[in-house]
């Protein structure tokens, strides 16, 4: 656990062939070393442990994030965001929660993650944001716009507080998100989207 933590890579492999460390023992705040080692920006650690047999890539934190979701926030992981897209046990699931909002754009995991079949922006977290609700509360007007263009989102999804993408992205300063989530309500073009 401890080298996963450090991204000590090869620790890490001796400790998984030797079989006598749980690959998904959970310390820290209930996270295993996959999450600890994504959380910490070992990247290679990160691709390690995916490789074990074993690993468990479904369980999410205490805040109901999966770990592609931690990866999407987690100061833009675009690369580990690919990484585990392309794990063979990704599950829908994971994918459908994945594709939120937040500072993680701009490297294109947006488009990763569109481009994923059977992805549901309209998944809910533990406090039912939505990805068009986390990208509007976030520093991310342009993946605010990119979602509006996405068919099937819902632009009146309401979080737990009640809150909507329009309230959060004019409580968060994007006038021009805010004018534009308008226009899109009223069936208008969304001007700037890309």
């Given at each position: 656990m401890a080298a996963a933590t450090q991204g000590h890579v090869s620790v890490v492999r001796i400790l998984l062939q030797d079989g006598r460390q749980c690959v998904n023992q959970v310390k820290?705040?209930?996270l295993s070393a996959l999450w600890l080692a994504l959380a910490d920006n070992h990247d290679l650690t990160v691709e390690v442990l995916l490789?074990?047999?074993a690993i468990v890539i479904a369980a999410p934190?205490?805040?109901g994030y999966t770990l592609l979701q931690q990866a999407v926030i987690n100061n833009?992981?675009?690369r580990m965001v690919h990484v585990l897209l392309a794990h063979p046990r990704m599950s829908v699931a994971q994918r459908d929660a994945a594709a939120f909002g937040g500072n993680a754009w701009p490297c294109g995991a947006?488009?990763?993650l569109l481009q994923c079949p059977q992805t549901a922006l309209n998944a809910r977290d533990n406090l039912g944001r939505t990805s068009l609700l986390l990208a509007a509360a976030g520093d991310a007007p342009q993946t605010l716009c990119r979602l509006l263009t996405v068919a099937g989102v819902d632009i009146t999804a309401a979080d737990t507080f009640g809150s909507t993408a329009l309230i959060l992205a004019a409580g968060a300063g994007h006038a021009d998100v805010a004018r534009a989530q308008r226009l899109y309500s009223a069936g208008e073009a969304v001007i700037g989207a890309s």
């Open positions: 820290r705040q209930g490789q074990h047999p934190n205490m805040r833009g992981q675009c947006l488009t990763a």
